[in-house]
C-alpha cells in the first residue's frame, strides 16, 4: 500500500519517464532510482510498472510509459524540438495535449500505407484532412495480454472511411472509428490523469527547448 508521500514520489518518476522519453532517452530502473527520483523507493517503480502505467523489458529498460514508447512505431509526435513515438493513434494525439502545445503527428493509413500528417493544438485538430478516421479497438481474445500487444498495433489511423472499411482486420479485433476531432477528444479524457502528472512536475513554462 502505497502512503501519500510514495503517490507523490510515484507521480514524479512518472513525470521523469515521460519526459525522457520525449528527449529520445529509454531510461531503466537503477539509472531513474539514482537520478532525480531520489526520493522514490522501488514499491513506488514497482506500482508504476504493475499498474501498467510504465512497461519495461526483462532487464528493467521502459519501452513504453503511456502515452510514449522508447521504440520506433508507426506514430511519430514532433512538439517543438521534441521528436518521439506514441504507442497507437489515440496515444499520439494525447502528446500536445500533453505538453500544452502545438504539434505534428507523423504516420500511415493502417490500410494502404498513405502517410498521414495531422497538426494539432492541444485537443484541436488543426488543417487536417477532415476525411481521416482512427480505428479505436483491439484483440478481443488477448484480454489477458497487456495492452502494448493487444490493444497499441490496432489503434490506427486511416485516410478515410472507405479504407477504414476496406482493412483487413485481425480475427478477433472489437472497436469503432472515429472521425479525427472525436479521437482527439478521447485521447484527451483517457488521458486526462496522466497528461496531470506531467505537467504538476514540468509546467509549460518550464525546461522545454523550442
Ligand atoms: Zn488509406
Redesign the pocket.
Known amino acids: 500500500m502505497l502512503n501519500h508521500t510514495d503517490l507523490g514520489n510515484g507521480r514524479k518518476l512518472q513525470a521523469q519517464i515521460l519526459h525522457a522519453l520525449l528527449q529520445g532517452r529509454s531510461p531503466d530502473r537503477s539509472e531513474l532510482l539514482r537520478n532525480g527520483v531520489a526520493a522514490a523507493t522501488r514499491r513506488v517503480w514497482e506500482d508504476l510498472v504493475h499498474s501498467g502505467a510504465v512497461v519495461v523489458n526483462e532487464s528493467g529498460r521502459v519501452v513504453a510509459a503511456y502515452p510514449l514508447s522508447a521504440t520506433p512505431t508507426r506514430h511519430i509526435v514532433e512538439v517543438g524540438s521534441f521528436k518521439t513515438w506514441a504507442n497507437c493513434a489515440i496515444d499520439a494525439l494525447a502528446v500536445p495535449r500533453m505538453l500544452g502545445r502545438s504539434g505534428r503527428i507523423t504516420s500511415e493509413?493502417a490500410?494502404?500505407?498513405?502517410a498521414i500528417t495531422i497538426e494539432v493544438a492541444g485537443e484541436t485538430v488543426l488543417g487536417t484532412p477532415a476525411s481521416i478516421v482512427v480505428g479505436y479497438g483491439g484483440l478481443a481474445d488477448c484480454c489477458d495480454r497487456p495492452a502494448i500487444e493487444a490493444r497499441c498495433p490496432y489503434i490506427s489511423f486511416?485516410?478515410?472511411t472507405e479504407?477504414a472499411d476496406s482493412w483487413v482486420r485481425p480475427g478477433s479485433w472489437v472497436g469503432e472509428f472515429l472521425p479525427l476531432p472525436r479521437a482527439a477528444a478521447v485521447a484527451a479524457d483517457r488521458f486526462r490523469s496522466i497528461i496531470d502528472v506531467y505537467r504538476s512536475v514540468f509546467s509549460p513554462e518550464s525546461s522545454w527547448p523550442e
Open positions: 493509413c490500410h494502404c500505407g498513405t486511416f485516410c478515410s479504407h
